[in-house]
């Protein structure tokens, strides 16, 4: 069976990569590298968090209604 897309595949469209301080998000959420979310966390703290591991914050999505 073949499903088909509800909406067109758009090929051009961009991706933009925000990472550590890039990003702007004022709470952001955080998972580990098994996907296990650890919670949520000012952008502040998740920085260092981020740090204190040796890891990097990569921004997956933004919502603009919970700002995470």
Known sequence: MVIKPTTPFN????????LNEQIKAPNIV??????????????????EIAEE????LVQ???DQETMT
């Open 11 to 18: 090929k051009d469209r961009t991706f933009m990569v925000y």
């Open 60 to 62: 997956m999505r933004y």
């Open 30 to 47: 955080i998972v580990d590298e098994a996907w296990v979310n650890l919670w949520t966390f000012p952008r502040k703290r998740a920085l």
């Open 53 to 56: 591991q040796g890891m990097d």
